[in-house]
Nanobody, 125 residues
Framework: QVQLVESGGGSVQTGGSLRLSCTAS????????MAWFRQTPGKEREGVAR????????YYADGVKGRFTISQDNAKNTVYLQMNSLKPEDTAMYYC??????????????????WGQGTQVTVSS
């Protein structure tokens, strides 16, 4: 059974940084698609960044380009989200997601079947 476990959330002030980690276990495929999503109460879960484990190809939401970096350590089955220059609007529950095949619409939650439990990020002004 595939499981994703996130960590690294917390509270920071505007301009601060956090690094989220997502460790996967229980799958045997050598290539998967990993993504980070975020959600605030009353809003849809939105894609933040995606990485394809085999190629390393990445995509980012417009609002985080230049501030967030998604990366991976395949030896550790771990994906990271380095978040710099954080803003109050980045406050959300952040979720790690995985898909066997990278969906065309990488930013849509519908393309991912495996989810972590989420980690809270709070940015204060």
């Amino acid at each position: 059974q595939v499981q994703l476990v996130e960590s690294g959330g917390g509270s920071v002030q505007t301009g601060g940084s956090l690094r989220l980690s997502c460790t996967a276990s229980g799958y045997t495929r050598s290539s998967v698609c990993m993504a980070w999503f975020r959600q605030t109460p009353g809003k849809e879960r939105e894609g933040v960044a995606r990485i394809a484990s085999s190629s390393g190809l990445t995509y980012y939401a417009d609002g985080v380009k230049g501030r967030f970096t998604i990366s991976q350590d395949n030896a550790k089955n771990t994906v990271y989200l380095q978040m710099n220059s954080l803003k109050p609007e980045d406050t959300a529950m952040y979720y790690c997601a995985a898909a066997v095949f990278c969906p065309i619409t990488w930013y849509s939650r519908n393309g991912y079947s495996i989810w972590g439990q989420g980690t809270q990020v709070t940015v204060s002004s």
